[in-house]
């Protein structure tokens, strides 16, 4: 077994986003309840989540965007720049909290407490550009504990993996003239294409040209398609960059119940691409894993995929 740790904070229920709002509160309270009933919380390394430093959210995002989110909770505005992106009073400092749990995390594994983690915190990050809020994401958490890395423990190369159904646009756009950082999408596209970006031709721009790769999915597709594209693209594309870290923008939307796409994957596809992952991890990394969650909008299904997810990092899927 695997140290394995789990950031839960019941401060990220706090964020409250309104009752129509798919993002909401319940969805960590299933994460939760799936890894509980699993009898998995006993063999979790548990973490409370600490309030990032500003600077360290500064590696990503402007200063200005901060301030703006910050005075717009205090304003107690209800929504922020974006229809989507709906919020209370508490929002900024539970980003904030979101953020720092991971860093926390990061920095837990980094010094050899843990061999990896799933951290649950809302709002979600992979949508957020360095200056406007996107697809109810605020900060790029990914992207944050990415420079993190690099900045605080000198880590060379770093690779995100995002399987979430939706194109992280906010971790390409951070990253695309960075040699330094691997950006993996495999998304759906077109109907639900939200956020429009994301497509095959998109590799990275100047010295970034060829460290970032996107498979796009049809509308209707699921395992097969997604089982071969990852085969064939991800694990190439990881063993030529060989990442030092591996991050996980982990999103469970793309399952066949989720209403937020047309994909249909299948429960046990998102067990073998965590277990795809890890042996990627073991062989390149260190076993260096840190899992953030993304999407995931099927209350009735998270709390299995959640238990799955840990478990795989737990034992590897062996």
Not at 99 to 126: E, S, W, Y
Not at 184 to 203: K, L, M, V
Not at 282 to 299: F, M, P, Q, T
Request: hydrophobic share 35%.
């Amino acid at each position: 077994m695997r140290r394995t740790g789990f950031l839960y904070d019941e401060r990220y229920l706090l964020h409250e986003t309104g009752s129509y709002h798919p993002e909401v509160p319940e969805r960590l309270l299933a994460v939760y309840k799936g890894i509980e009933e699993g009898n998995l919380l006993p063999e979790l390394v548990l973490i409370k989540a600490e309030t990032a430093e500003r600077k360290w959210v500064e590696l990503v995002h402007d200063t200005q965007y901060i301030d703006r989110f910050g005075d717009a909770c205090i304003s107690n505005k209800r929504t922020f720049e974006h229809p989507d992106n709906q919020m209370c009073a508490e929002t900024f400092d539970v980003a904030f909290l979101a953020v720092g749990g991971i860093l926390k995390t990061v920095d837990m594994v980094m010094q050899g407490d843990l061999d990896n983690a799933f951290c649950a915190v809302r709002p979600p990050g992979h949508h957020a550009e360095r200056d406007h809020p996107l697809g109810f994401c605020y900060f790029n958490n990914v992207a944050i504990a990415a420079r993190y890395l690099q900045q605080k423990w000198a880590v060379g190369k770093v690779g995100i993996i995002d399987f979430d159904v939706h194109h992280g646009n906010g971790t390409q756009h951070i990253f695309e003239q960075d040699p330094t950082v691997f950006y993996y999408s495999i998304h759906q596209h077109p109907s639900f294409a939200y956020p429009g970006t994301g497509r095959e031709f998109e590799y990275g721009t100047g010295s970034g040209h060829g460290f970032t790769k996107n498979n796009v999915v049809l509308p209707g597709q699921g395992d097969d398609v997604y089982t071969d594209l990852v085969q064939e693209h991800l694990v190439a594309d990881f063993d030529r960059f060989k990442p030092e870290f591996i991050l996980v923008s982990a999103g469970f939307d793309g399952h066949a119940d989720d209403d937020m796409s047309d994909v249909n994957l299948s429960t046990g596809w998102f067990t073998w691409m965590m277990e795809t992952i890890m042996e990627m991890a073991g062989r390149l990394a260190g076993g260096r894993v840190v899992s953030v969650l993304e999407g995931g909008y099927c209350l009735q299904r998270l709390p299995e995929l959640a238990r799955n997810h840990v478990a795989t990092l737990l034992t590897g899927g062996k």
